[in-house]
């Protein structure tokens, strides 16, 4: 038993930002194919690793909507759409952007996209870089990819997000906000207490994601969401972030 | 038109606690079935109701686990399952619980118990009570229950409890705990913070359930788990309960 | 039978263009739901039909993928993803395509989009407006749509592209080009020998489309994809388009 | 295609009676996880084995209802649900009751719970150990279990039961009920003549198991439900119980 | 409630042998459809009917697997397929033979041939006739039947065989076989104790399906295929065959 | 990533035609059945091969549906019923086919049918010989080989078909017709420009399979379905038959 666990303790969930996925051309969802298969393929020689040097670092992932989420959410909502089915609309363009990461992948990764949580059981079994994007209705990915840390006992949880950590104002808005290296999920829920849970808006953990990390002591950082970044973070543990401690 | 709008309108979701289905026998799921079917048969003739005379309301019921979920989540943490099986464990136990709430109604009720909001959305198109139970893991009944209610157009969601509705403080804690007969969303999220999420724990009205509620406008009543107090607030809109306003 | 029959007679299946979801807005989608829900409602009344007067018409839609399809098979394509897995691509998005003009109609549309023949029929039954993208892979959706007219008995096919209707030579690269009032199927097929069927290329009638329309005689009209025109020709039978004839 | 044969050729097909899941704690199940382990993990050296000493035991189990099948059925059938539904009410109890026995397993057990027999191929092809519950409604988990044991070319059925095995007459009721070491189908079918097949009742070999095992030729074990038996029968071949023979 | 009883109460279930859809052409199949559009509308308008005269008789039919069952079944035990699998072989031909008879039906029946007893209630439910196949490996088209049977309430269950009844002994062997006219299924136990369930074999009423009628007190007649004698029994309680009484 | 797409260059899909499952007995499929095992077995000691001799074959089949297909089509037909839903039952009897072939290969094959071109993949992904029938309406059992070819990266298409190849005309009614060894792409849409697609037709390559293996490249050739000449051409590149080239 002990041996079969210390194999699933390879697992990293990474979520990554609608953001990968907006741009006109696939260049930016290639060098984030590039930092995953390195990932993937390094972590076994890797002697910096916070993890046991002989294990190999498995990453799932979890693609966000983006622009193209926000644009279909955004017709659909001027149509009346309630927004329990705007949800799905952001959940289903997630999973073709995990389709073309997918794609950028090549053999490495599982060639579908899981549905559910017992698809990312399987599709982890496999032992490939496995690639989803939402899983349900009025769950944010935040949340979605806490519950798959939690399920496929990750050994970290890397929220790749479109600043550089968790500040104590929002950083787009106030110039002087402060950036948390570390933080308690306890400091996180007052902070997150007035966001906003409307489909494709504001892109940070959430509530949810944030009792299911405090709930399995799931070890999260929130970072930006940069190529190079993760990979530091995941492979030599050098975290330019926020970490959440319990 | 307007006329299908309206017809969609009389949908009522009810979340029904767990402890319902908790008994060794069906006497109480046999009292609230009766119930169902009144508010099913008598809406059309009831004069003194809140919503058009002429409106027939059609119960759309959202099943908790109870006491069952509670003995299977139990043993199955104990051998150490992730907390999201554990909550599919629980949703499992709650569409059992469904099930006996539909043979009790009979051909009332729906035959099946739809698994997402699609089939909620097919169930619901046949005119017929309905009865869910949990969706999704990582979501508690309430937050479900409140999704169903934007998906199918709800005039109004019920949430029953094992308390008179929403205190100051734990009544069951606190003697002095004070009820509000009404509470604004934003108070709500003040009290419920501290809430705990583990699967079969603390059953109330939790903060997705409450964005939900208030993203889409849906009146909301939280009130104690008893057939003639449903009833009444439904048929006469005399709630001895919690409202929820924005 | 022969009432039953009749009944069946009144659907009429629409090919709608992916140029109708291009837009940054939904004021397109929008101007072609108010279309379908014309012919939907009026079609009881209007005298001038070619269709028994009495007779109600229920639009089978087949949605296009348009500009967001190309720009998600152009960077999978650009990644070596092979040429069937590009079709799913096209067709999910084709999907999401439909779930935005189902939100436009509102309840006059079945809720869901079918995804395999069965599913189809399954929805016709209900007697409501179907919207549909496409199904299989390797398959345009204008075989697609050809294959539904036949599996759901329409009383005609209409597909509406790009272009006035066909022509002898592409009218976008010869300016001499002549539009067809009239075509045989045999005539159709020499003029599309050469089509390109990469996925997302070249919209027009192609040769599966042609092989299921001969095989099982259904009136077909192609037509510039503007909503007054579509009303027109299946409302009044005023066609300004190239009909296929056997 | 020998090789092969000699492979497929470990698998033992054990019923588990829903007594083992009936308990208020996981302990008896605890018990048997620990058994279905050491069969899984010792057979390869266990020198006393029937079967060849370096051939590796797959243990595919199925679980039964129990205590909480026959609460659910009890209400339901007090509802007046027909008897059809009810099975498939006793069948989702024995499939949580697999969850349990799979969660006591971890990483040795197959993670999901299949649910026909192609499922059954798929999850038995992994290697690992396999938790079923019931499959068919109609078809007692004896049946089932005799099924599972012939599509999967199972060299042994163990049905664990309430009693030592099969007696000449119900040895609840009689105290001088003789212990079969060996029965013939044919003996068993003239003593399971009046077997009452109520959904959730009497729990021993039945006319479908009967005749599933005789046209497939499947070395049969009825014996008492404890894991040091069990464990027995499997590794060492000594059988306390009823050996059916052709 | 009573009026949805009575409404239920006009199903009959009729399991047609496989030697209906055995034939080179469709002109067997073609009766039987006509036979059972029959029943189907005059069942009202029948003053001599055993039902309420005012009640529509809801044709729930079972297609057997006949010829080519045994064509593919033959082959592919002869290359060692495990009986289980040989169930399904057959169950799926019985499904192409339910199609055959969906389609001499047209418009009057429901389009699709269900695969479980849940899609049986929702085919149901349409009111239009249903034509199912088998549903389980193990489990003969007549076990199948009567649990379809009980699952929609039918008023009576009519099991059209190859031969005019039961008889005392098998009426192709024993030229003095005596039919009979009434027989308890205590008596059919007897008789049918050592019928063989190989799959495509001997094909009348078995142990499974005896079982199921007992415990829901399901009227069954077992009589010879033809479409007159169907007619007969059901529209005017005319029987010709054998009444199974408890 | 080099490894890893030579690894996939070693799949063929061979076309069968339905012929091979038409016989009264198995002996015709056993006999392909050898031819499978030993392309798959001896591939990599095969020296005079084409592919690289250390790579191993995996053949991914598609069945036809032959006589049976034919005889269910002819039925149903007659019946009235729609070409779509022709093709479907052709489909599935192409699914029995394949079913056959499976059984005849044992441990060999992957042992379920795939029902889509995902499936296929993770089919593939186990490495074992895949037999697939049809897979969508509308689509002949060769274009969707091709778009299996396209999809598993296949190294060559074998279309095993009941001529010798492609002829100048059609050589059962012509004596002369003249077997082309290698044909463009171009010339063959001009050969089959006239050809029928009527389910159950006439069996070669069509022109979406044509268009298929000319987008994605695939070497493929056209030969008679005798297990001999298959071997050849695949193991010793050997190919009485017509090559198809760009």
Redesign the interface.
Known sequence: ?EA??SS?SSRVVIKLSGKVFSG???SE??KFASMLATIYSDSSSSSSSSISPSAKLQPIVVAGGGR?AR??I???R????????LD??GI??S??NA??LI??L???AY??VPRD??QI??AA?TGRIVVSGG?????STN??S???A??V?AVRFVNATDVEGIYDSDPRKNKNARLYAEITTKQC?DLL?GEN??AGGYDLMD??AL??IE??KIPTIVIKSEPELIRNVILNNKAIGTKIIF
């Open positions: 038993m079969t666990k699933k006109d051309d696939g969802i290639k193209i644009h279909y955004g017709i659909a001027s149509f009346g759409l309630d927004e329990a089915s799905i609309i289903e363009v999973r073709l389709k073309l794609a950028a090549g053999e490495k060639p579908s949580l017992e059981t399987e079994s899983l349900h209705p009025g769950q949340a979605t806490a519950l798959i939690e399920k006992g829920r207490g849970s409307m509530i949810v009792k299911v709930r399995s």
